[in-house]
């Protein structure tokens, strides 16, 4: 079976920066697109970026572009996500995600989360 386990998340005083990791196993498949998701009380669930499994596509979203990478190393399955310039409005829970095989997004983002790590919760103090 799949499973994610992801790391990392903490306080942090706003304009500081975080590194989130996901380490996944029990993959049948090498083709997939895994990526970080996040849900903030009383909010909608909010794609925050995808990679490719070689880790050449990638994609944000727009209110984080300029201060989050997402990066992976492809060897261990695991994803990284470095988050610099925290903001208040970073405050979630993240959650990864991996796609069930193919079954990924032109953006490499999972479909349908049938792959997902337990959050991980990011609290950014204003």
Known sequence: DVQLQASGGGLVQAGGSLRLSCAASGLSFDDYGMGWFRQAPGKEREVVSCISSTGTSTYYADSVKGR?????????????????SLKSEDTAVYYCALSNGRDYSPDYCPVGYHHRGKGTLVTVSS
């Open 68 to 84: 989050f990478s997402i990066s992976n190393d492809a060897s261990k399955n695991t994803v990284y996500l470095q988050m610099n």
